[in-house]
């Protein structure tokens, strides 16, 4: 039985991908390597590492993300934050439901 599920890709892949991710939205953007850096607060060399798929760090990666307006692309990266549930909470709101409810007989 054959696995129907595209190879994964390797780890220098998925930095040449990002990086190519990357060196099309800031031509999109039309802005240059260096005004990109600049605004990103990143240094030149790093921004071109990131293009070109050699790596940088994390950091420099969403810091030139966010310089090209791409929260968008970040978010989506994200796990959704289950919400916080507090059993106390959820005891007082099914008592005041049970409140609401009561019918009060008269004799």
Known sequence: MHDMRPPRRTTSEWLEQLGSGLRRRRIRADITQEDLAREAGVSVSALKHLESGRGANLTS??????ALGGE??????VEPVEPV????QLLRERQRG?????RVRRA
């Open 72 to 77: 968008d692309w970040l978010d989506s990266l």
């Open 61 to 66: 990666f969403v810091k030139v993300l966010r």
């Open 85 to 88: 549930v507090s059993p106390i």
């Open 98 to 102: 049970r409140r609401g409810r009561q």
